[in-house]
């Protein structure tokens, strides 16, 4: 459903994913990523990242931490292309010049930008299939998913909450007056706090009330436990929590961009500050 | 994954040479244009390396405040280095934990000489790159200066992520042998830089991938080079190919300095970081004199991307 009739004979446009203005924006990331591989260097790295960490892992000895170090690059890669891409979306118009347009055309521009980071991260998703292939090309390992249901289930809700996480960025990153120094600083902070490699409880304690307000750490936590063997443990609630804190970012997110976009229509400056 | 942050929107050098003036058209006056002196030749090249630098450090002064820097940039190598150093502590091995604090501090000054591949670029992107190839000093001493500010900001980086993360890991420091550490980043940081330099003459062509061949570059080097785990992990011949990469032998020799070893070795791998960073600035040059030739002959130097 995209639209509803009022009762005065109106027609209300609802924001649905079916929206003109949502699957535009989508077209036109894939168009994007068809365009250039500067998008794409978050996916470029995974085999690297994959190979540092198998390296550390099967040097030390700990095969049984082959799971972490095959999951870490691509939990990297998601977040990357979260930060770089998806952070640059508003950026990238205003710099482009088409932000002007974007905001004058009748689509919500709001749910243009939705449509092109749901179309980032879902590209960012091949990252997880390219950790799993290297870490069997390079180094003749296979990751089994024991649980794999729920792993696919936590990832659809972790690829949710990043959507969400996505448009938080995108809306930030235009607030900010230098979009890159602010990507090029909250990448690791994330990957530490997220739990990316190393586990929260074996960070420093004080870090770990932080480490849980954000989705990920619950993500990462989870998705580690679906490719153990024994049981996961409180499926439902963590996976709650990374539902929760991703629907809080995108709620956040999808408010500041509005915030940003009315302000700029307010002031006349919409394209260079 | 990191990206150089741009220094888009800095005013050009000031213009040094005037243009003729009406009085010298009416007055018939033509200027005859010798070749200078080789004396004149070498102060030229240095008066242009000296504004090529100036231009880095103009670009550094865009980029970065102290504040942005310190709470922004150096903030995130921090956290970088302890994402690593952190593997260590899930492996359960402090051993580890030392050996990959190190490594991963030393290479963030090749994470940063790396972007020269990106700040290179921006030349072409500003249109400057065919006025650089048609003036009377090669392209190759601006470009040479023209990205110190990664060398600047690297070295410090790396250097504070070292000294200051390996107390809090417990990293022991065998002072006053392991001070040696910080000539030696300085010396990595030159290779680095001049391996970076042959890199940035072939992405001049293909601008689009600067990024992505600067990102490649620096994992590839920290991989073959010791970073992660000793380079004696890996294949034979792929060990021979970090022989002749920057980083490996600094690192070693920074190893070896933190953990009080002989001086002798240390000015050994100091030695063989100064020989390999040599060579690949000589590869550098001839790379960049292709490009201007190639790029006269075929009109292959335009503006923009």
Not at chain 1, 51 to 58: D, Q, S
Not at chain 1, 79 to 98: F, H, K, P, W, Y
Not at chain 2, 110 to 138: N, Q
Not at chain 2, 240 to 256: K, M, N, S, T
Request: positive net charge; hydrophobic residues 55%.
């Amino acid at each position: 459903m995209t639209s509803m009739d009022l009762r005065d004979g109106r027609t209300l446009r609802l924001p649905w994913p079916r929206h003109t203005g949502f699957v535009a924006g989508a077209r036109l990331q894939l168009a994007i990523f068809r365009r250039g591989w500067d998008s794409l260097l978050a996916l470029v790295t995974v085999p690297l990242f994959t190979i540092a960490f198998l390296a550390i892992t099967r040097h030390a000895g700990r095969t049984d931490l082959t799971a972490y170090a095959v999951l870490a690059p691509a939990v990297v890669a998601v977040i990357g292309m979260a930060i770089l891409t998806s952070g640059e979306v508003v950026t990238q118009d205003r710099s482009n010049g088409s932000l002007e347009l974007a905001l004058a055309a009748p689509s919500r521009f709001p749910i243009v930008v939705v449509g092109r980071v749901l179309v980032v991260t879902l590209v960012s998703l091949v990252a997880v299939v390219e950790a799993w292939l290297v870490a069997w090309i390079v180094f003749g390992v296979r990751v089994p998913v024991p649980h794999r249901t729920a792993f696919a289930g936590a990832l659809a809700v972790a690829t949710l909450a990043t959507v969400g996480t996505a448009l938080l960025m995108s809306s930030v990153f235009v607030a900010a007056r230098s979009a890159r120094t602010f990507q090029n600083t909250i990448s690791y902070p994330l990957y530490l706090l997220g739990g990316a490699f190393v586990p929260v409880p074996l960070l420093p304690g004080f870090l770990h009330p932080l480490c849980r307000a954000v989705y990920l750490s619950w993500a990462t936590d989870l998705l580690r436990d679906c490719l153990a063997t024994k049981p996961v443990p409180d499926f439902w609630p963590r996976l709650g929590a990374v539902a929760g804190l991703g629907a809080v970012g995108f709620a956040a997110g999808y408010a500041i961009l509005i915030r940003v976009v009315d302000r700029a229509r307010a002031t006349g400056r919409v394209g260079h500050e | 994954m990191t990206q150089p942050p741009s220094a888009a929107g800095q005013d050009g050098a000031p213009t040094r040479f005037a243009p003729p003036t009406q009085r010298d058209a009416e007055s018939g006056y033509a200027p005859t244009v010798e070749p200078p002196a080789t004396a004149g030749r070498v102060a030229a090249t240095f008066e242009a390396l000296r504004y090529a630098c100036l231009s880095a450090l103009a670009d550094l002064a865009v980029i970065y405040t102290w504040k942005t820097w310190t709470f922004g940039w150096l903030a995130r190598v921090l956290c970088q280095v302890a994402f690593f150093a952190l593997i260590g502590r899930l492996l359960q091995n402090p051993a580890t934990t030392d050996y990959l604090l190190i490594g991963s501090a030393v290479v963030i000054v090749t994470m940063e000489a790396a972007f020269v591949t990106a700040s290179s670029t921006w030349e072409r992107g500003a249109g400057t790159l065919p006025l650089l190839v048609a003036a009377p000093t090669g392209p190759f001493v601006v470009f040479v200066g023209r990205s110190i500010q990664w060398l600047i900001s690297g070295t410090a980086s790396a250097n504070i992520a070292l000294f200051v993360l390996a107390p809090i890991f417990g990293v022991p420091l065998a002072f006053p042998t392991a001070l040696a550490a910080i000539p030696l980043i300085v010396l990595i940081a030159l290779s680095s830089y001049c391996f970076a330099l042959l890199l940035a003459a072939f992405v001049l062509r293909v601008p689009t991938f600067r990024n992505i061949v600067g990102n490649i570059t620096w994992w590839t080097i920290g991989l073959l080079g010791g970073v992660q785990v000793p380079v004696t992990f890996w294949p034979g011949w792929v060990g021979a190919i970090g022989e002749v990469l920057p980083l490996r032998h600094g690192l070693a020799g920074v190893r070896v300095a933190i953990a009080g070893g002989p001086a002798a070795t240390i000015l050994r791998d100091a030695g063989l970081e100064i020989a390999v960073g040599a060579g690949w600035l000589v590869v550098a040059a001839l790379a960049f004199r292709r490009l201007a030739e190639g790029g006269r002959r075929t009109g292959s130097i335009e503006f923009g991307e």
